[in-house]
């Protein structure tokens, strides 16, 4: 299942991560992938607020994995230096994605097949200055459900 959303705003695009946040329960796993400067950082800040984190969220730099506590935990994984594939294994991002917490994925493509089947997927394309197409998709049927309601719920 499928779906876009056209933002045309920073703060449309948190509260698309918001709605998504709001939905999300232990054990999720989001890849968002986008160019630099997409949003991706963006979308990561509303589904923390979704999920009711109330720790400011950094795009983890030199630890590759922050963890934010709250009524579910987040772990929040950046990508973006990794090089090549061996250097993965070193990050821990197995350890977030195949924990009970939420796990975010930033530059998810970087893990290629690695990455979990079951996961939702998020494509950021840069359509404009402030304009931004997100994708929403999910190949598990269990998450089809969470694709339609952030989608079509637009309160
Ligand atoms: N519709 C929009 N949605 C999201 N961000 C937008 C939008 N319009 C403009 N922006 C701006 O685009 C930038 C997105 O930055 P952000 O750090 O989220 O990108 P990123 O994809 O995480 O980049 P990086 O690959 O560097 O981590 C911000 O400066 C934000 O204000
Ligand atoms: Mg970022």
């Given amino acids: 299942m499928e779906g876009v ?19 999300l329960v232990r054990g999720d796993v989001v890849g968002i ?11 990561v800040r509303g589904i923390c607020e979704g999920l009711g984190i109330r720790q400011r969220t950094r795009s983890p730099s030199f630890t590759f994995v922050n ?4 009524p579910v935990d987040v772990y929040h994984v950046d990508l973006y230096r990794v ?11 197995e350890d977030a994605v195949y924990s009970d917490a939420v796990t975010l ?4 493509e970087k893990l290629g097949a690695l990455m979990p089947q079951a996961s ?8 404009g200055e402030e304009s931004r197409r997100i994708r ?10 969470i694709v339609r309601k952030v989608l079509c719920d637009r309160g």
């Fill in 120 to 127: 939702i997927r998020i494509d950021i394309d840069v359509t």
């Fill in 136 to 145: 929403l998709s999910s190949p598990g049927k269990n998450h089809e459900d």
């Fill in 33 to 43: 992938r986008g160019e630099l400067g997409a949003g991706k950082s963006v979308v």
């Fill in 67 to 70: 963890r934010y506590g709250g």
């Fill in 83 to 93: 090089a090549e594939t061996a250097d993965l294994a070193t990050l821990g991002w």
């Fill in 5 to 23: 959303f056209e933002s045309e705003s920073e703060e449309q695009t948190l509260a698309f991560g918001r709605r998504l946040g709001s939905l």
């Fill in 105 to 108: 994925i930033e530059w998810a």
